[in-house]
């Protein structure tokens, strides 16, 4: 009888020390990153650089701007592990099936936030969620918000843009997956489904018992930091270096011109521009704080972020097993359409 | 004679789940055939929604993300 008991004791303890590891590393991430500028300042201030000259302004950025974001990610990513611990895609299938259009776009896309979802798996999900009874435009929904709002581009841009940009970036990201989804189901379109998919009968898988513990959820978060981090940091220096050239070089009149509110067609070329670039979310960021620090406006680059992030040339490849060529033009359109409305609504409202 | 399928369409995490089983099943000593199944249909037939899955005898033990060493070996001596 003892047995059980001194072993949820060490779980206990455990735990224990896992909390109070997560409370010391927090005080710690917080002492350390208030004082970068400083020290970014310090570094600059020993190199033979003219001060205020275009390059020690890029490089006070790109040393700031570094340990800064790598700091921020590894912080998000961490959170947004644990976050992502309380879903899986069995149990966000067994919610949404059934679920009637409208309400069900709703929900699917903002399960797509949460939803731990890598783009290799997005067969296995599309098949299993249309068989399983999650009408199309539904599983749509779920299929666009999930890249598009990437938690990661939403925890950097909350950190380096402010709440205002994250907040719209989440709102208009999550409309735009709704309308979208939903305009896909309205179009009646299961017929442009490869022939396999609509025969397929997936077998009913349980959703697994949620049997998490706080430590299986810390280790979840710290795996994904890992995992994530150790993935993308060479993006974020090119991105960063980037944002650093565009801070240092490019001259505000120059930006505001091409990407200004004015510019009618600069919503567009954003666009297009955005659709065969592919970037990792996070190695973007760096760049859209630099841009708009520089007077560019908020919806064309809102518009060419999205665009980056949410219509990506692979996963169309991917998506193609499943989907026709048809269906895939449609689900292209439909999602472009929707981030240039998205860019012109927020120029309109922000100029 | 254990029956084990590896669910995935070949990306790394599905070869690295592959390498996890046959490696925790030579450990155990145990004899069992490996499969890797890269068909989609044949995929979806065990409904699971994410890659890599581990299908055992038939039953689905795994789907999603590498799964932990431990329990790999856990579900091949069940």
Redesign the interface.
Same mark, same amino acid.
């Given at each position: 009888m003892n047995v059980p008991v001194t072993s949820l004791r060490q779980v206990g303890k455990s735990q224990a020390a896992w909390f109070a590891g997560v409370a010391v590393a927090l005080v710690a991430w917080f002492a350390i990153y208030g004082q970068l500028p400083a020290l970014a300042r310090w570094l600059v201030a020993r190199m033979p650089i003219e001060q205020g000259s275009p390059l020690m302004t890029s490089i006070e950025f790109f040393f700031y701007d570094t340990p800064k974001v790598l700091m921020l990610l590894t912080l998000v990513v961490f959170a947004m592990g644990v976050v992502r611990s309380f879903f899986?895609?069995?149990r966000t299938?067994a919610l949404l099936a059934g679920k009637r259009e409208g309400l069900g776009n709703i929900a699917a896309a903002h399960l797509g936030v949460v939803t731990?979802?890598?783009s290799?798996?997005a067969?296995?999900?599309f #098949?299993?969620?249309v068989?399983a009874g999650v009408p199309l435009g539904v599983t749509f929904s779920f299929l666009i918000a999930a890249p598009m709002i990437n938690e990661v581009a939403l925890g950097l841009l909350f950190a380096l843009v402010g709440w205002k940009v994250a907040l719209t970036y989440l709102v208009f990201g999550l409309s735009v997956a709704i309308v979208a989804g939903w305009v896909i189901g309205r179009l009646h379109l299961e017929g442009w489904l490869e022939p396999?998919v609509r025969e #397929?009968?997936?077998?009913?898988?349980e959703p697994e018992a949620d049997h998490c513990t706080w430590i299986d959820r810390f280790e979840a978060g710290w795996d994904a930091v890992k995992e994530i981090v150790g993935k993308v940091w060479i993006w974020l220096i090119a991105g960063i270096g980037a944002g650093a050239f565009i801070h240092g070089y490019v001259p505000a009149t120059l930006l505001s011109g091409i990407m200004g509110g004015n510019a009618w067609w600069s919503v567009p070329a954003a666009v297009v521009v955005g659709i065969p670039l592919y970037s990792n979310a996070a190695g973007i960021i760096p760049v859209v704080e630099a841009l708009l620090s520089k007077g560019a406006a908020l919806g064309t680059v809102l518009a060419f972020m999205m665009s980056v992030i949410a219509l990506s040339l692979p996963e169309m490849i991917i998506l193609r097993? #499943?989907l026709s060529l048809k269906l895939i033009a449609v689900f292209i359109a439909v999602v472009a359409l929707g981030i240039l409305g998205v860019g012109y609504l927020f120029n309109a409202l922000y100029s | 004679m254990k029956d084990v399928k590896v669910?995935?369409?070949g990306?790394k995490?599905c070869q690295a789940t592959q390498a996890m089983v046959e490696a925790a099943a030579r450990d155990l000593g145990l004899e069992v055939a490996v499969e890797k199944v890269t068909d989609?249909?044949e995929?979806?037939?065990?409904?699971?929604?994410?890659?890599p899955?581990i299908v055992i005898d038939g039953k689905?033990v795994h789907?999603?993300?590498l799964p932990r060493e431990e329990d790999v070996r856990r579900w091949l001596q069940a």
């Amino acid at each position: 009888m003892n047995v059980p008991v001194t072993s949820l004791r060490q779980v206990g303890k455990s735990q224990a020390a896992w909390f109070a590891g997560v409370a010391v590393a927090l005080v710690a991430w917080f002492a350390i990153y208030g004082q970068l500028p400083a020290l970014a300042r310090w570094l600059v201030a020993r190199m033979p650089i003219e001060q205020g000259s275009p390059l020690m302004t890029s490089i006070e950025f790109f040393f700031y701007d570094t340990p800064k974001v790598l700091m921020l990610l590894t912080l998000v990513v961490f959170a947004m592990g644990v976050v992502r611990s309380f879903f899986s895609p069995e149990r966000t299938r067994a919610l949404l099936a059934g679920k009637r259009e409208g309400l069900g776009n709703i929900a699917a896309a903002h399960l797509g936030v949460v939803t731990p979802f890598c783009s290799c798996s997005a067969v296995p999900l599309f #098949v299993g969620f249309v068989s399983a009874g999650v009408p199309l435009g539904v599983t749509f929904s779920f299929l666009i918000a999930a890249p598009m709002i990437n938690e990661v581009a939403l925890g950097l841009l909350f950190a380096l843009v402010g709440w205002k940009v994250a907040l719209t970036y989440l709102v208009f990201g999550l409309s735009v997956a709704i309308v979208a989804g939903w305009v896909i189901g309205r179009l009646h379109l299961e017929g442009w489904l490869e022939p396999w998919v609509r025969e #397929v009968r997936a077998g009913a898988l349980e959703p697994e018992a949620d049997h998490c513990t706080w430590i299986d959820r810390f280790e979840a978060g710290w795996d994904a930091v890992k995992e994530i981090v150790g993935k993308v940091w060479i993006w974020l220096i090119a991105g960063i270096g980037a944002g650093a050239f565009i801070h240092g070089y490019v001259p505000a009149t120059l930006l505001s011109g091409i990407m200004g509110g004015n510019a009618w067609w600069s919503v567009p070329a954003a666009v297009v521009v955005g659709i065969p670039l592919y970037s990792n979310a996070a190695g973007i960021i760096p760049v859209v704080e630099a841009l708009l620090s520089k007077g560019a406006a908020l919806g064309t680059v809102l518009a060419f972020m999205m665009s980056v992030i949410a219509l990506s040339l692979p996963e169309m490849i991917i998506l193609r097993k #499943v989907l026709s060529l048809k269906l895939i033009a449609v689900f292209i359109a439909v999602v472009a359409l929707g981030i240039l409305g998205v860019g012109y609504l927020f120029n309109a409202l922000y100029s | 004679m254990k029956d084990v399928k590896v669910l995935g369409p070949g990306c790394k995490r599905c070869q690295a789940t592959q390498a996890m089983v046959e490696a925790a099943a030579r450990d155990l000593g145990l004899e069992v055939a490996v499969e890797k199944v890269t068909d989609y249909a044949e995929m979806a037939k065990y409904g699971i929604l994410a890659t890599p899955g581990i299908v055992i005898d038939g039953k689905v033990v795994h789907s999603g993300g590498l799964p932990r060493e431990e329990d790999v070996r856990r579900w091949l001596q069940a």
